[in-house]
């Protein structure tokens, strides 16, 4: 359990990162949410969490596409002892085009935020004594499809930033892991589902099973509940040891 440490999640007013944060304010840890709007139901999301598990949790606005808002969301929160790079957007087309804007908003979002907080998150973890870093990549931060040119590298380069990190902070009190989710049914899923149908011309009932479940050997979607669980597991004492890694959570994606 997880009482009197802060988290700070990055792109969680929706999806998997409000799944993760929820799971780590139920395990008794205080909670930052953002995301780059500031409506009042996203500063209602927090509440709710708030009063459904007695922590403190907090929505704070930054756009995880600035190198700057990154590093004064982490400032803002004022303690991260347990980080979550989540922030992550998709666009799905062919290398030769797939729009410019397009490719540098998916590297600044989904890759560069996460070298600005952990950044700033280091020095608040190691004046804690404690920290847990935890990535949440992709399958697709170990394998590839097509038409997913930006978001295959922006993945693998967190993979690759979660090992360096790793080593970097090897005999501190910190680790840094990266998830490798599978296929969640999220809105971030939920919209390429349109796109997919042209690109393959197929309809909504055949691009899930035939295109996003036809590489989830399980032949279900992982949960927000799943992602959120797997985070709390390696922010706990038996994964004190576990760092530099992924795991995967893909119902046996990366064992094909
Ligand atoms: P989602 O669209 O539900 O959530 C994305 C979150 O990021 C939202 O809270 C959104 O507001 C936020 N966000 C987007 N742009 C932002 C910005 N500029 N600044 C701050 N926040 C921003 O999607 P999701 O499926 O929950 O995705 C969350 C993460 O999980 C992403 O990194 C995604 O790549 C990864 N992932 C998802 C799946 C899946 O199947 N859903 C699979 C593998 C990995």
Redesign the pocket.
Known sequence: SLPGKTAVI??????????VARELAKAGANVVL????DRDEDHALAAEISQETGTKARYIK????NGDECRALIEKAGACDILVN?????HVAPIDQFPVEKWD?IVA??MN?AFHTMAAALPMMRRAGWGRIVN?????GLTASPFKAA?VAA?HGVVGMTKTVALETAQEPITCNAI??????????E?QIPDTMKEYNMSREDVIKNVMLERQPSKA??T?EQMGGTTVFLCSDAAAQITGTTISVDGGWTAL
């Open positions: 990055t792109g969680s007013n929706s999806g998997i990162g409000l799944g953002n995301s780059f709007t930054a756009d995880m596409s989540n922030a992550g957007i998709q908003a979002i989904n935020s949440i990549a992709s399958a697709h978001y993945k490798c989710p599978g296929y969640v049914l999220t809105p971030l899923v919209a979607f992982a927000v």
